[in-house]
């Protein structure tokens, strides 16, 4: 019985430790850095719409629909625009759903585009 629970620990202990290997998968920011958490939160709420590399985004991949957004690789974001189309659905209002991160998250998410966007744009 004991050995069973034994195993049983081991075993879990084993599998927590691979799904915190692989679990942000594509995610190229360092989990040291206070953008991390901005990317984890792209790739979970904005990486169906948009491709941005850094947060393993490839959205804007299925151009089939018409939903998929710009791919923010190639577009330069301020802080200040990121936010705007967080708040606001995008630039034109249409489309992008509004809020879909608020508060401190949005603001997270704002910092983290405006940091890595536009990397292949060629400034
Ligand atoms: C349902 C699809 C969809 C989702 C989800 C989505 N977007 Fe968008 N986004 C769009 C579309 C479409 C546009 C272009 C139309 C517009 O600007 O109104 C856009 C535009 C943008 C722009 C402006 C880009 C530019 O330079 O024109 C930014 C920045 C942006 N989105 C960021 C985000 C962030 C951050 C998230 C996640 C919180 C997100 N989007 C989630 C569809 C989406």
Redesign the pocket.
């Known amino acids: 019985m004991r050995a069973v629970l034994i195993t049983t620990l081991v075993l879990s202990a084993a599998l927590g430790l691979s799904a915190c290997g692989f679990g942000e998968q594509g995610i190229s920011v360092s989990e040291d850095s206070p953008d991390y958490r901005g990317a984890e939160l792209?790739a979970a709420?904005?990486a169906?719409?948009?491709t941005l590399t850094p947060a393993g985004a490839e959205g804007t991949g299925n151009r089939g629909t018409r939903?998929?957004?710009?791919n923010?690789d190639q577009?330069v974001?301020t802080f200040e625009?990121?936010l705007y189309?967080?708040e606001n659905?995008?630039?034109?209002?249409?489309?992008?759903?509004q809020n879909?991160?608020v508060g401190d998250d949005a603001r997270q998410?704002a910092r983290f585009?405006a940091r890595y966007a536009g990397k292949a744009a060629g400034e």
Do not use: D, K, T
Not at 67 to 70: K, L, N, R, S
Not at 89 to 97: K, V
């Open positions: 792209f709420n904005c169906g719409c948009h939903v998929q957004g710009p923010l577009r974001e625009s990121a189309a967080i659905g995008g630039y034109s209002g249409a489309i992008m759903p879909i991160v998410v585009v």
